[in-house]
């Protein structure tokens, strides 16, 4: 089992489509993550999330827009995207604890496969 | 800058045998952490084995061993009595001190567990 779930887990949307991807975490953690899986790419990290303030933007599209109302909670917003956005979307978390430690695992949940047509 | 190498694309290894998959890592810092994770075709990444770099000791978590080489760099994963589930891409991961909560993560192993 998963303490991080995502939905939809599959969602193909047209480039003038526009969709959010759901992620809930039941860790109790404070730190979220949002990464991109293209085919025969390493992981990339799109978002940082810590006690709900964005703490990183990995040079991502505006076209990307997310949103962590809670610590629980974190959505990706996608609006006109383009057929190279086609990819895994991986939400993680990971407990925070503010340059104390070097070793906080992050979890992930499933993801979400999307292909943009 | 800090970088992640596995530099081997795919592996095959025979049911209860051992199989090692390799990992070097570049930083200047002293202080990280590494990481193993597996993603079946199913697309979850999910966490194996954390070592610590002011861990002395390797890291064990079941059948999963971490072969921690600081001086060499290297942090590979050893599968002790491989599985039939065991069949997935394998990444290794940093956490580095200076970048804060991100992981920078390798091109990952393909392994293939064969009766």
């Known amino acids: 089992e998963t303490g991080v779930t995502q939905t939809p887990r599959h969602l193909v949307m047209g480039m003038t489509n526009k969709k959010s991807l759901k992620c809930e975490q039941h860790?109790?953690?404070?730190?979220m993550y949002w990464y991109k899986q293209s085919a025969k790419k390493p992981l990339e990290l799109m978002f940082v999330?810590?006690?709900?303030?964005?703490?990183e933007n990995n040079s991502v599209p505006s076209r990307f827009s997310p949103e962590c109302p809670n610590s629980s909670h974190l959505f990706l917003h996608l609006h006109t995207l383009q057929p190279e956005d086609s990819a895994l979307y991986l939400c993680?978390?990971?407990?925070?604890?503010?340059?104390?430690?070097?070793?906080?695992?992050?979890?992930f949940g499933p993801g979400t496969r999307l292909l943009v047509l | 800058a800090q970088k992640i190498t596995q530099t081997q694309p795919g592996m095959f290894v025979q049911e209860k045998e051992a199989v090692t998959l390799d990992c070097t890592y570049d930083?200047?810092?002293?202080?990280?952490?590494l990481f193993w994770y597996k993603q079946p075709s199913s697309g979850e990444m999910i966490f194996l084995i954390y070592?610590?770099?002011?861990?002395?000791q390797n890291a064990t978590e079941g059948r999963y061993s971490l072969n921690f080489q600081k001086a060499r760099k290297s942090a590979n994963l050893v599968i002790s009595a491989s599985q039939l589930g065991d069949s997935a891409m394998y990444f290794c991961a940093m956490r580095f001190t200076g970048g804060g909560n991100k992981l920078t993560f390798g091109t990952g192993t393909q392994l293939k567990v064969e009766l």
């Open positions: 993680a978390s990971s407990q925070d604890r503010r340059g104390t430690h070097q070793g906080e695992t992050q979890y």
């Open positions: 999330y810590n006690f709900k303030e964005q703490t």
């Open positions: 930083t200047s810092d002293q202080s990280y952490g």
């Open positions: 070592q610590g770099s002011y861990d002395e």
């Open positions: 860790l109790g953690h404070n730190a």
